[in-house]
């Protein structure tokens, strides 16, 4: 059976008022000992980082089993066993982006008799983000190249390496003329960072989600607006920079009801080269191309128990 250190979860939330306790958790919970391991379990969860950190978003309240409590969270799950609070497990994601095909090349040619597309891909989730940008020359109508470039990878470091699900997917595809293809990648990091800060402070504001109601979606609505905001304002950086703008495509991956409590990878839908695919971004600019991005996405549990931070 699990024993409580009450002073300690007390002075950890800065209070020696077990009604503030109460008031803290805003668990309806009668019994003491309970509110202590909530209390606990949303200390440590702050400690591994909180949202920004391998959790990410919680997806259940804290539940108890006979006298164990365990929250589940996006990347894992917090349980409090003995006296004191373990964070295990660790749900992470890897995306592969496995090349494209031209399904239809720009209208008319510039420099070149080709058209010479380059892809900002660009992944986002609560404890990071990324831009991977690949250029591509002699690319008309039917052209496909195929290649394994990792997007977000499954790191052996249990804090910090791995992207913990939800995660939003984007591309932004470009159509290289006399433009600069580093300063069409600076703007969408850019965007994305700025993104990542409006985050920070709103989840600061909404506090460590002790007691907020989980809904339909892992992902709050007002964390949910801000990523896929973040498309249309890479729109709107990559105007007017002398290279053709194809077009922008996002998608929000893993973002399930909290109540699976196994999450899948999608269903592989067929093969690019010589690799198996399971997701593929489209982006149709009109006379500017029309493309197809594939991608290999895998979900792993790593297993690894998570230390608080200092
Ligand atoms: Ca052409
Ligand atoms: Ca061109
Ligand atoms: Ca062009």
């Not at 949303?42 to 400690?47: C, E, W």
């Not at 066993?81 to 095909?101: C, H, M, T, W």
């Not at 991977?132 to 997007?151: G, K, L, W």
Request: net charge negative; glycine share 10%; aromatic share 10%.
């Amino acid at each position: 059976m699990a024993s409580v250190q009450l002073a300690k979860t007390l002075s950890d939330l800065g209070t020696n008022s077990v009604r503030e306790l109460f008031n803290r958790t805003g668990s309806s919970e009668q019994s003491v000992f309970k509110q202590a391991q909530i209390a606990a379990i949303g200390s440590f969860y702050l400690k591994t980082g909180g949202i920004k950190g391998p959790l990410g978003l919680p997806v259940s309240n804290v539940k108890f089993t006979g006298q164990t409590a365990v929250r589940r969270f996006a990347g894992g799950q917090i349980a409090y066993q003995a006296s004191d609070p373990k964070g295990e497990k660790q749900l992470a994601v890897r995306i592969n982006y496995l090349g494209f095909r031209c399904l239809k090349e720009s209208n008319w040619d510039q420099s070149t008799g080709s058209d010479e597309p380059y892809f900002l891909i660009g992944a986002v989730a609560t404890n990071g983000s990324k831009v991977v940008r690949r250029a591509y020359s002699s690319i008309n109508t039917n052209s496909v190249r195929t290649e394994v470039t990792d997007i977000a990878t499954v790191g052996i470091s249990g804090n910090r390496d791995n992207f913990t699900p939800p995660i939003v997917l984007g591309v932004a595809a470009m159509e290289h003329d006399l433009g600069s293809k580093d300063e069409a990648e600076k703007k969408v990091r850019k965007v994305l960072e700025e993104a990542e800060e409006k985050v920070d402070k709103l989840a600061q504001a909404v506090g460590p989600f002790l007691g907020i109601p989980v809904g339909n979606h892992v992902m709050p609505d007002w964390m949910r607006d801000i990523y896929i905001g973040w498309l249309p304002e890479w729109g709107v950086a990559l105007l007017g920079l002398g290279d053709d703008e194809i077009g922008q495509n996002s998608k929000l991956l893993f973002d399930y009801n909290p109540e699976i409590t196994q999450w899948q990878a999608p269903a592989i839908i067929g093969k690019h080269g010589d690799n198996d695919y399971n997701f593929v971004l489209p982006v149709d600019g009109g006379k500017e191309g029309k493309y197809e991005l594939f991608f290999l996405i895998d979900l792993f549990t790593l297993s690894q128990e998570i230390q608080p931070r200092a």
